[in-house]
Nanobody
Framework: QVQLVESGGGLVQPGGSLTLSCTVSGSLGTIIGMGWHRQAPGKQRELVAITTSGGNTNYADSVKGRFTISRDNGWNTLYLQMNSLKPEDTAVYYC?????????????WGPGTQVTVSS
């Protein structure tokens, strides 16, 4: 069974930085990609950044130039470096993996980590 656990969230002042980590365990199968999503109170979950097995990365317009997604070579840990944080970045951040096995394609999610940007 696949398990994802996020860490690194917390309270930070506007303009500050945080680095989120997502530790992955279990048998993933063939990975299509991994990503970070976030959900603010009263809003839908939105994509923040993804990285694919083909080497592509994509970011939401709202975080381009401020956030950087990266991973280790073995897809065991996913990172999100967040700089120049704004109050509107406040949300629960979720790690996600999309992969496939013989049974088909699947998505797996972590429980999330809270990021609060406030003075």
């Amino acid at each position: 069974q696949v398990q994802l656990v996020e860490s690194g969230g917390g309270l930070v002042q506007p303009g500050g930085s945080l680095t989120l980590s997502c530790t992955v365990s279990g048998s993933l199968g063939t990975i299509i990609g991994m990503g970070w999503h976030r959900q603010a109170p009263g809003k839908q979950r939105e994509l923040v950044a993804i990285t694919t097995s083909g080497g592509n990365t994509n970011y939401a317009d709202s975080v381009k130039g401020r956030f950087t997604i990266s991973r280790d070579n073995g897809w065991n840990t996913l990172y999100l470096q967040m700089n120049s944080l704004k109050p509107e970045d406040t949300a629960v951040y979720y790690c996600n993996v999309r992969a496939y096995r013989y049974s088909g394609q699947y998505d797996s999610w972590g429980p999330g980590t809270q990021v609060t940007v406030s003075s």
